[in-house]
């Protein structure tokens, strides 16, 4: 059974920062990315930032340039380190991870946590 376990969230004061991590267990033969999505109250799940296998990086605009996302392969481990905070990155972020499947690529989901950031 692949688990994702996410860690790092908490209350930070605007300007600050946090570092998220992820690991992933159970039996996993490949994985094709990882990344970190994030859900604010009344709004859409939203992609953060992805990095795959060879680190290539994705961000979304609202976060470029004050979040990095690096990976440690041989642990199956992604980080997000959340720099210069605000407001509007309160939400729950969420770890992902796309694994080769027979029908198809299957994404994995961690129970996300919770990231607030006062003003």
């Known amino acids: 059974q692949v688990q994702l376990v996410e860690s790092g969230g908490g209350l930070v004061q605007a300007g600050g920062s946090l570092r998220l991590s992820c690991a992933a267990s159970?039996?996993?033969?490949?994985?094709?990315?990882m990344g970190w999505y994030r859900q604010a109250p009344g709004k859409q799940r939203e992609l953060v930032a992805i990095?795959?296998?060879?680190?290539?990086?994705n961000y979304a605009d609202s976060v470029k340039g004050r979040f990095t996302i690096s990976r440690d392969n041989a642990k199956n481990t992604v980080y997000l380190q959340m720099n210069s905070l605000t407001p509007e990155d309160t939400a729950v972020y969420y770890c992902?991870?796309?694994?080769?499947?027979?029908?198809?690529?299957?994404?994995?989901w961690g129970q996300g946590t919770q990231v607030t950031v006062s003003s």
């Open positions: 159970g039996v996993i033969f490949s994985i094709n990315r």
């Open positions: 992902n991870m796309v694994v080769p499947g027979t029908l198809g690529p299957r994404n994995y």
């Open positions: 990095i795959t296998t060879d680190d290539n990086t």
